[in-house]
């Protein structure tokens, strides 16, 4: 059974960087596509990236490009997701979650950007 | 990208009532379609994947189907716990998108 655990609440502030981590366990982690969502406060869900591992090089949103940098590290199955340039509009629960069809999926991460 | 617009956006419904929820798609998506639950304060849960594709552990209440561009999430029989947001998804295109969510209440 695979399970995801996320890193803890953070708060930031405008303009800086935020690294989120999400630890996988039980499972093979370099096959399998580790994407990233997002949800704003009341807001739906937004898919962010992925990465697969074995292949290295993760990928983004388009509208996040340049901001965001997805990461994965096979010595300690652990994938990040890193956003820079922090908005207020970026203050939301990241997930991340696995394959096509996402599960399972970590708990969430709050990130909270504020002066 | 392809958009996703799930109709209806909220519904109120009595225990017991068949609830039907739909996905249309911008584009053809070959059934790479997949559906979710998620309930205040909790991560999505996967409903159905590959449009009908009932995922393991999930009540056999729940369906999906539809081909194209149209996809229906249906609930045989409303039960309590069943009030939540859904959310349809698709897997055939990149970027992946998300429907806007339907909020279902329990009347």
């Known amino acids: 059974q695979v399970q995801l655990v996320q890193s803890g609440a953070e708060v930031k502030k405008p303009g800086s960087s935020v690294k989120v981590a999400c630890k996988t366990s039980g499972g093979d982690f370099s096959r399998h596509a580790i994407s990233w969502v997002r949800q704003a406060p009341g807001q739906g869900l937004e898919w962010m990236g992925r990465?697969?591992?074995?292949?290295?090089?993760?990928n983004a949103v388009q509208r996040f490009q340049g901001r965001v940098s997805i990461t994965a590290d096979d010595s300690t199955t652990t994938a990040y997701m890193e956003l820079s340039s922090l908005r207020f509009d970026d203050t939301a629960v990241y997930y991340c979650?696995?394959?096509?069809?996402?599960?399972?999926w970590g708990q969430g991460t709050l990130v909270t950007v504020s002066s | 990208d392809i958009q996703l617009t799930q109709s209806p956006s909220s519904l109120s419904a009595s225990v017991g009532d068949r609830v039907t929820i739909t996905c249309r798609a911008s584009?053809?998506?070959?059934?790479?379609i997949n559906w979710y639950q998620q309930k205040p304060g909790k991560a999505p849960k996967l409903l159905i994947y590959v449009a009908s594709s009932l995922q393991s552990g999930v009540p056999s209440r729940f369906s999906g189907s539809g081909s194209g561009t149209d996809f229906t999430l249906t609930i045989s029989s409303l039960q309590p716990d069943d009030s939540a947001t859904y959310y349809c998804?698709?897997?055939?295109?990149?970027?992946?998108?998300f429907g806007q969510g339907t909020r279902v209440e329990i009347k």
């Open positions: 979650t696995l394959g096509n069809w996402f599960d399972p």
């Open positions: 998804q698709q897997s055939f295109s990149g970027p992946w998108t």
């Open positions: 584009q053809s998506m070959n059934n790479y």
């Open positions: 990465i697969i591992p074995y292949l290295g090089k993760g």
